[in-house]
């Protein structure tokens, strides 16, 4: 796991503005953004970012 995927989903969520659950749509439509360790999730904050600069629409369908 490294130093990659270094954020919980709560703090994720927060530094970004999102709400928990909108959260764990991104990591269901974007499995490379997490990985889950002992039932936790913990967030690439850089794959994140990507996903999130990269589509204006990510959260409409939420």
């Not at 439509?29 to 904050?45: C, E, L, T």
Request: hydrophobic residues 50%.
């Amino acid at each position: 796991m490294g130093d990659r995927f270094c954020l919980t989903l709560l703090e994720a969520a927060e530094m970004n503005g999102f709400t928990t659950a909108e959260m764990l749509i991104l990591v269901d439509r974007h499995a490379d953004i997490a990985v889950s360790a002992n039932g936790a999730w913990r967030i690439d904050p850089d794959a994140l970012k990507a996903v999130v600069d990269g589509s204006a629409g990510y959260l409409q369908a939420a």
